[in-house]
């Protein structure tokens, strides 16, 4: 507790130095030669942590196992892949000691701070009782955990299947759309990732991770209604502080938009797919296609279409849940909908893996009558009780709040550089879930090219912020940090973001 408050003075004292900081700076303009310096190297706000002496491999080591041993499938961000060594919260400490703001939690993973004491003491205390049992014995934590999670979801959604990844947990969702419906046909949308299991990349259509071989069999990709790139799309659609640069005469509470990508939707129900389908997948914000988000009523309507037809409706939480999108716990709240089947990963476990499926009572018994459904590990005690600690330091740490209060302003800071910036398309999301989709211009809204993403994305690293990519071409960045952060450290990435944007217009000026 001590170690806490200390850190709550501490981040008072850098409120302070930061308002200062920025007032200081009104006025300067990236055009202005003598005070780029100025913006070069944005001060970090501090940290009162000091990490152990890494002691262990060499880099150049680390590169050489790699390279002789692991996937040579190349998923390492930067020319220089990044040797972590510690993290603690919303830090990350590399080999050599250098202090990273890491605004990216590992993909939308450590949801509530690396190594969170509380989370840690949890994790300890199992440690030393059991580790594992598997589900043909009880053991309390599984039941505890259980209790837990479903009081925070509405009736009917509560029974809970525990699995290790989002991509088994929407394996299982599959399957229980399938038991339940006696239909095949799945839907989920063009750019969608659900995962990269066999049975999963059906749902994933994103062009990289098809195979030419036959798989995905019984799904069906249909248009995503993306208001920024997509055909349609104005100045009201979405459920965000932030609008696209899109104009629209839409009267208020119609979106012609959302109109127009409904009958997209009936066109698929109607070509693509059998007269009964199984389900539909959907996120309720997409997070690896570039922190995408639907027209407002889209999905509700489209739940209505899948069901008319026999199918399950199925949110895909694995990155929107446990209070990232700020005003709600689960994405699919926002939307107004009821899913017949939420899966849940990542921020779940804030680290640990581990990942849930939750669905009616009915369903679930569809799937229990149809065949035997077993995972090893699922609901390990270990699991549990650090997801049963995860969900405590979300709501003793108010956490839920802070994604709304400090997403909400980070958002608004992100809009004033698509203002300064011809390359800044769009900037959107809710509450900690935030992309900013890059472009050559804003008139053609065509992606920024790869090698110059790559150099900005290079050059906050180097100045201390770790952001990430997404978009099917790579062109959005992609910020969803763990969601303990406050005002000075969005003060700092701002600033780093644009230091990073002034260097790449210099670098074409030349
Ligand atoms: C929305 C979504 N669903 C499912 C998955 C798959 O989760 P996992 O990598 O734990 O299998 C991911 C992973 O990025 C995801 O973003
Ligand atoms: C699916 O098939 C089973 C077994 O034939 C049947 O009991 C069940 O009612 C069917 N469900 C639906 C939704 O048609």
């Known amino acids: 507790l001590s170690l806490f408050l200390q850190k709550i003075s501490y981040r008072n004292v850098s409120v302070f130095k930061s308002k200062l900081k920025t007032d200081l700076d009104v006025g300067t303009f990236w055009t202005s030669g003598t005070k780029l310096s100025l913006h070069t190297k944005p001060r970090m706000p501090p940290c009162d942590f000091t990490p152990e002496r890494y002691k262990t491999l060499s880099y150049n080591r680390v590169l050489e196992i790699h390279k002789q041993h692991l996937s040579p499938v190349v998923t390492a961000y930067f020319q220089k892949p990044l040797l972590l060594h510690q993290g603690h919260m919303e830090w990350l400490f590399d080999f ?12 939308v993973t450590v949801s509530v701070g690396h190594c969170h004491p509380k989370v840690n003491a949890a994790a300890q205390k199992q440690l030393t009782h059991l580790w594992h049992t598997s589900t043909i014995f009880f053991h309390p934590p599984m039941h505890e955990y259980a209790e837990k999670l479903s009081a925070l979801l509405p009736e009917p959604l509560k029974v809970i299947f525990l699995t290790n990844s989002g991509s088994e947990a929407n394996d299982l969702a599959m399957l229980m759309a399938r038991a339940h419906s006696n239909n095949t046909d799945i839907i989920s949308f063009r750019g969608a990732y659900h995962g990269c299991s066999p049975y999963t990349l059906g749902l994933t259509n994103v062009g990289s991770f098809k195979m030419k071989l036959p798989s995905g069999m019984g799904c069906q990709a249909t248009m995503c209604p993306d208001v920024f790139r997509g055909p349609w799309g104005g100045s009201h659609c979405r459920d965000s502080p932030v609008q696209t640069i899109r104009k629209c005469n839409c009267a208020p509470g119609c979106c012609q938009a959302k109109d127009q990508y409904i009958e997209q939707f009936k066109d698929t129900l109607n070509t693509a797919v059998a007269k009964s389908i199984a389900g539909f997948f959907a996120e309720p914000i997409q997070g690896v296609n570039g922190v995408v988000q639907y027209p407002k009523g889209f999905l509700k309507e489209a739940f209505q279409l899948v069901r008319q037809r026999g199918g399950v409706c199925i949110a895909d939480e694995v990155q929107t849940g446990f209070g990232r999108l700020g005003s709600h716990f689960w994405g699919f709240q926002t939307h107004d909908v009821l899913p017949d089947i939420v899966t849940m990963a990542k921020g779940i476990g804030n680290g640990f893996p581990m990942a849930a499926v939750v669905t009616t009572p009915e369903i679930a018994k569809s799937l229990a009558k149809r065949l035997l459904h077993f995972n090893t590990f699922g609901g390990n005690p270990m699991a549990c009780a650090i997801g049963s600690a995860v969900l405590e330091v979300i709501k003793e740490d108010s956490l839920q709040e802070n994604s709304q ?71 959005t960045f992609r910020i969803a940090p763990a969601m303990c952060i406050t005002k000075p450290e969005v003060d700092f990435a701002v600033e780093v973001f644009r230091s990073a944007l002034i260097q790449h217009m210099e670098r074409r000026a030349k």
């Open 96 to 107: 050599e000691g250098n202090r990273y703001l890491d605004f990216f939690s590992g993909v």
């Open 405 to 475: 209060e400090v997403g909400t302003y980070m958002l608004l800071k992100f809009a004033k550089l698509r203002d300064e910036f011809e390359i800044v398309g769009d900037v959107r999301g809710k509450g900690l879930m935030i992309g900013i989709e890059m472009v050559k211009d804003k008139m053609s809204r065509q992606p920024l090219p790869h090698e110059e993403i790559n150099q900005i994305h290079e050059d906050c690293k180097e100045m201390g912020l770790l952001i990430g990519r997404g978009g099917i071409f790579s062109q």
